[in-house]
């Protein structure tokens, strides 16, 4: 498929009315529904990605030996598209999630999708769903959920000889609808998330279904969320279930601003990426380093860890107040967000909203 490839338009025949998409969007929740029309391609070997379209959303008919309900073969991502003040819609950093959606696909050897052809599907999106993108002024997104699934007809354990590739919307309202809350961890022991040489740093739906027991785990131990620690030692610390961590040592303009290195074993999140660049932007020192369950105890207990907040796509940046594990429970400063914490927020989420100056030109309009 060449770039500008015409994708195929079928109308959805019965979309929603827009009274019912209006008693949707006042709210909406996370992933519960879904816009009019969804995008598709597919993948063989003569052919390569081909056949664009627009369809109805809807399902879609699988063969019972379609390799990817038994070998797990797929990949996924997300994104959203924000309202901007002057009604236009614009989505964030796109060309970040479609590089990694690359280096996922090429980890589960799938055939990689081109960038730009990633980023044009989510054009074609908006431009039939566009009404589904929630208003300007709150925390309201519509969220991009990209996908690619092995199709062949075959119970072998081999890369599939046919893919495709969908993306489906779904308007998702602000996660901190009564003002941002701090969250618990439970920093789980017993089970690993990904180790050296595994998929970690990908985005596959196999790491996420592994990951449901530990939650589930977090969940029995009152948490809110797990954290994953390094598959060999249990003492590095990763990543959370589905964001990424941030520590903030010392206070005021000398503080240094912390996250796990990519040790191959995290996902490397685009707001992790972004935060280390807003975080340098406004003069703090980051790094990127191993940091131990030792040194965060420590560093609480002493004073020097005075924030920890996890970020991605879904809620930008939430605030760690409590950290739990089977060796410790302790609460980081007064269990309260973070001064740092929220100055970040608030930059980054002014960037995607069309508040604050977009100087590093992450904004796409869609
Ligand atoms: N870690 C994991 C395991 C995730 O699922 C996500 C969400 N994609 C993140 C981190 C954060 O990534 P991003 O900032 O790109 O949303």
Partial sequence: MTTGTAFALTRNDHPRSAAERSEILANPGFGRYFTDHMISLRWNEEKGWHAPEVLPYGPIPMEPSASVLHYAQEIFEGLKAYRQPDGSVATFRPEANAARFQRSAERLAIPPLPEDVFVASLKELVAVDGEWVPAAGGEEA??????????????????????????????????????????????????????????????????????LVAQAQAAQQGCDQVVWLDAIEHEAIEEMGGMNLFFVLGSGSSARIVTPELSGSLLPGVTRSSLLQLARDAGFETEERRI???????????????????????????????????????????????????????TLTGIQRGTVPDTHGWMTTL
């Fill in 292 to 346: 131990t369950v030792d040194e965060l105890k420590e560093g609480v207990a002493s004073g020097t860890i005075t924030e920890v907040f996890a970020c991605g796509t879904a809620a930008v940046i939430t605030p760690v107040g409590r950290v739990k594990g089977s060796e410790e429970d302790f609460t980081i400063g007064d269990g309260q967000p973070g001064e740092i914490t929220m100055a970040l927020r608030e």
């Fill in 142 to 211: 519509l969220y991009f959920r990209p996908f690619i699934f092995a199709d062949e007809e075959t119970l072998g354990v081999k890369p599939s000889n046919s893919y495709r590739f969908l993306v489906i919307a779904s308007p998702a309202g602000a996660y901190f609808a009564g003002g941002v809350k701090p969250v618990s961890v439970w920093l789980s022991r017993e089970y690993v998330r990904a180790a050296p040489g595994g998929t970690g740093f990908a985005k596959c739906g196999g790491n996420y279904a592994a990951s």
